[in-house]
């Protein structure tokens, strides 16, 4: 399979350490593409879940050793830390294994737009000020993770092979977490707006996007939880939000469906 090339990528939300990951999924994207510069935008080793019990298969020390040998080959890796990884906010400006640690980042692309790169919970007042009621949620959001994985597991059996996320379904037919993603993004954009960047690039919420809002870009990397996205900037400054399933599925699906035309 060929690998992309780019000038910046952005992931986020990988959740190493808890079995919500998708390590294989994560590893595949991180094997078919490169770039110059790549963002960590939190959430990236989840020391809530590694708290509660202690989770760490093979692949997932594979993916930590996928992202310093990256580092190690000339790219330039960005740490930006969050809610589920948050004490390693305490080491701003330190360097690990080439990889630098930021609070936050201001990335320019190529068309000279400035955007401010952060995790985003610093902007959920419920991850601010209501630290119990965020974990509760936690707790619930992986127990729909983990019932997705089984309907995964079904679907793949019976040969469906499209991306279904059960977890993300009821998350928009539930009005008041609608409610909050957009009031999440209406106050992000109404706090940096003016704080001399022309937008955000950001994760958290698990719901990836790239739209305007009132002139402000705002851009969301998704996650490797459910949906399996990143922010990539091209070689020509334009963004695209890319929505990653594994290569080898992808040919396994094609060459199937040669052999059932030829049969037919």
Not at 126 to 140: T, V
Request: net charge negative; hydrophobic share 40%; glycine share 6%.
């Amino acid at each position: 399979m060929t690998t992309s090339n780019y000038r910046t990528i952005w992931i986020s939300d990988l959740h190493i350490g808890s079995t919500q990951c998708q390590a294989d999924t994560l590893l595949d994207f991180l094997k078919h593409n490169d770039s110059e510069k790549l963002y960590l935008v939190g959430d990236i080793i989840d020391f809530w879940a590694l708290s509660k019990k202690m989770y760490w298969p093979r692949d997932h020390n594979t993916i930590i050793q996928k992202i310093l040998r990256k580092a190690r080959h000339g790219t330039q890796i960005i740490y930006i830390p969050g809610n589920h990884d948050e004490n390693v906010r305490d080491y701003d400006d330190y360097v690990f294994g080439d990889i630098v640690v930021k609070k936050s980042d201001i990335h320019t692309t190529l068309t000279g737009k400035r955007l401010l790169v952060v995790h985003g919970d610093e902007y959920d007042t419920i991850a601010q000020h209501h630290r119990w009621m965020a974990k509760l949620g936690s707790i619930g959001y992986d127990w729909l993770i983990e019932i997705n994985r089984f309907l995964r597991l079904c679907r793949r059996i019976i040969g469906v092979q499209s991306h279904f996320s059960l977890a993300a379904y009821i998350k928009f037919k539930v009005k008041n977490v609608v409610q909050f993603m957009s009031d999440y993004e209406e106050t992000l954009v109404k706090t940096l707006k003016n704080a001399g960047v022309d937008g955000v690039i950001c994760g958290h919420i698990h719901h990836a996007e790239i739209k305007e809002i009132e002139g402000f870009m705002y851009v969301n990397t998704g996650d490797f939880v459910e949906s399996c996205t990143a922010i990539v900037e091209h070689h020509d400054g334009r963004l695209e939000l890319v929505r990653w399933q594994k290569q080898e599925n992808e040919a396994l699906t094609q060459a199937l469906e040669t052999a059932l035309t030829k049969a037919q």
